[in-house]
């Protein structure tokens, strides 16, 4: 199976990696473009990222499954929430598997800038004195002390998106659990 990566970002990639650690994979990533903001600023738009960059990937690489990993914000009453979602793309199903993460709600301070136009890296970046959060522990690593890296959050949703995926191909549906 060749597994394409929409992405290049070093944390992107280990976490489809391992993921599929159990499975005989060829992995490639490409630079497939997510179509959406810099900065998503909803589920909706950070989940159009994921399926873009999914459905990019798989053209771009002629894998046998596209996977793209999309990172955004969104507003709740609570306040500004770090969002994670996942898509993954095959030639054989026209509808696109999906799965979000973890969330966590932002400092006001992070929540501010973003809300001023920035971009969440450079903003962890200039933050924390660091270059690159965001191919590294990520805002994540960094809110929850270490203790989830953006690697290991993106695993889990790539998980989730493989699991889904494994249910799709096994022909079962909620109906047939009746």
């Not at 999914?54 to 969002?83: D, M, Y």
Request: glycine share 12%.
């Amino acid at each position: 199976m060749k597994i394409i990566i929409g992405s290049k970002n070093p944390a992107k990639i280990e976490a489809v990696k391992q993921a599929f650690s159990l499975e005989q994979v060829q992995f490639v990533s490409v630079d497939a473009p997510s179509g959406v903001s810099n900065q998503p600023f909803s589920d909706e738009e950070t989940i159009m990222g994921a399926v873009n960059r999914a459905t990019n990937a798989l053209n771009l690489g002629e894998g046998h499954i596209g996977i793209g990993l999309e990172g955004g914000v969104h507003e709740t009453s609570f306040g500004l929430f770090l969002c994670n979602w996942g898509a993954l793309v095959t030639y054989q199903d026209e509808r696109p598997i999906i799965a979000g993460g973890a969330r966590i709600l932002l400092p006001e301070q992070v929540a501010d800038a973003l809300k001023n136009g920035q971009e969440l890296g450079p903003v962890m970046d200039q933050l924390t004195h660091k270059e690159n959060i965001r191919k590294s522990e990520g805002a994540i690593g960094i809110f929850s002390a270490g203790l989830i890296d953006r690697a290991t959050m993106f695993t889990h949703v790539t998980k989730l998106l493989y699991g889904q995926y494994l249910y799709r191909l096994n022909g079962k549906s909620s109906k047939n659990d009746e």
